[in-house]
């Protein structure tokens, strides 16, 4: 599996949103895999994290987010189950997931019909262990220009979480626990 062909046959190399795509993803690969190795006792797949983490964005191409340089029809919202049709069509219906189930801290059906948001109503929620630590890593990172590549503390974070529901900060509380227990709350 090699999901930087999937990305080129989606995206025009060193394009804005190529490089966007491509920087983001390297930095999340790399939280998710520090991410694993501190629980390495839980048998995470590495190899999975590192082609997961690489396509985990890839439907932000057909949303609209001229900031990225992305011109598509779709909110951006949409990237993470537009992400997991490109993904299932390429053959890899498990990376698929991950695209689909990142977003926030993953959405529930009772999410995306209290927000009323523009997504299929089924559960977006990350269940495997690689989908929780691929969607904690993404949380501190950034696409936004000016915060492109600095790492968000974990503070920050949770003030953004907290904006959208309680419960989306509870979840990041416990992935910080399970993942990282000596951080603490900084």
């Known amino acids: 599996m090699d999901p930087i062909s999937i990305i080129k046959q989606h995206y025009v190399p060193d394009s804005k949103a190529y490089t966007v795509l491509m920087a983001h993803s390297e ?3 790399e939280m998710a895999l520090k991410t694993a190795a501190h629980v390495r006792h839980l048998k995470p797949d590495t190899r999975f ?3 997961a983490g690489m396509l985990h964005d890839i439907g932000i191409v057909l949303t609209h ?37 990142h977003v926030g801290v993953g959405l529930s059906v009772r999410d995306i019909r209290k927000g009323k948001l523009p997504l299929p109503e089924r559960d977006m929620r990350p269940f495997t262990l690689e989908e ?45 626990e399970l993942f990282e227990p000596n951080v603490g709350w900084v």
Do not use: T
């Open 132 to 176: 929780q630590i691929i969607c904690y890593a993404d949380k501190f990172y950034s696409k936004s220009k000016g915060k492109f590549g600095k790492q968000k503390s974990v503070k920050k974070i949770r003030r953004q979480l907290k904006k959208i529901s309680k419960a989306n900060v509870v979840q990041f509380d416990q992935w910080i």
């Open 49 to 51: 994290i590192e082609e």
């Open 65 to 101: 987010a001229p900031q990225m340089g992305c011109f598509g029809e779709y909110p951006y919202i949409c990237h993470g189950y537009l992400g997991r049709e490109i993904v299932e069509k390429a053959g890899f219906p498990k990376h698929a997931l991950v695209c689909e189930r």
């Open 27 to 29: 930095y999340v690969v």
